[in-house]
């Protein structure tokens, strides 16, 4: 039962470069999420999926973009990496959101990405 | 989604209950109470959830009072593995939601150190 696994766990690159941090789950769970996490600003939503070929923006999205082609795979993107974009990723999904037994949300182990 | 006030730290003995508090005084009818952890380098994790009625599973225990303002978490019998962040969050039902509303707000929770 592999659950929801991040990759890479750590990754260190440069300003200006594109950066993929992969996220893959086994539970064919139909909701996918990505967060980051800093220091005095708790966890923030990036991007959301519903389903496969759907995304809806969070609360931070801007210099980050998302597909989900398949139900299991979530990849984010930084499409030219800044500074600011030093973080720790953690992606989740959740079954549902129709019950309240469905919609809990499982993490991953997360993504610790410094841009220099 | 209403805002919750935790404890920033508490320790507590090991193999003794671990009760941590939170108040959510502005909870409305259709808010639910989660509490998730963070153990230090890991995502987080769900524990237990509730709306009006008193829930336990295997992992905790969740009180909640009769006017719904405040509820406590219980670890029955802490363990050194316990110690982590745990955030209390208050979160209306996500098909009254969406959008961005359908995220987890984690605040800053409190950071529990079972004591050997």
């Known amino acids: 039962d592999a659950g929801i696994t991040q990759s890479p766990r750590y990754k260190i690159t440069e300003t200006g470069r594109q950066v993929t941090l992969m996220c893959h789950q086994t539970w064919s769970h139909s909701y996918m999420f990505w967060y980051r996490q800093d220091l005095g600003h708790g966890l923030r939503l990036i991007y959301y999926s519903a389903a496969a070929d759907i995304t809806d923006k969070g609360e931070v999205p801007d210099g980050y973009v998302v597909s989900r082609s398949k139900t299991e795979n979530f990849p984010l993107t930084l499409e030219s990496a800044t500074r600011s974009q030093t973080s720790v990723y953690f992606c989740?999904?959740?079954?549902?959101?129709?019950?309240?037994?469905?919609?809990?949300?499982?993490f991953g182990a997360g993504t610790r990405l410094s841009v220099l | 989604d209403a805002k919750t006030t935790q404890p920033t730290s508490m320790d507590c003995a090991e193999g003794r209950a671990a009760n941590l508090p939170c108040n959510h005084s502005t909870i409305s009818g259709n808010e639910y109470v989660y509490w998730y952890r963070q153990i230090h380098s890991q995502g987080p994790q769900y524990i237990i959830h509730?709306?009006?009625n008193n829930e336990t599973n295997e992992m905790a225990s969740l009180i909640i009072t009769e006017d719904r303002k405040s509820s406590t978490l219980i670890l029955p019998h802490a363990t050194l593995r316990d110690t982590a962040v745990y955030y209390c969050?208050?979160?209306?039902?996500?098909?009254?939601?969406?959008?961005?509303?359908?995220?987890?707000?984690f605040g800053s929770g409190t950071q529990l150190t079972v004591l050997p």
């Open positions: 989740a999904s959740s079954e549902s959101l129709i019950t309240e037994a469905k919609n809990i949300q499982y």
């Open positions: 509730g709306l009006k």
């Open positions: 969050i208050v979160r209306v039902h996500p098909q009254l939601s969406s959008g961005s509303a359908r995220q987890l707000t």
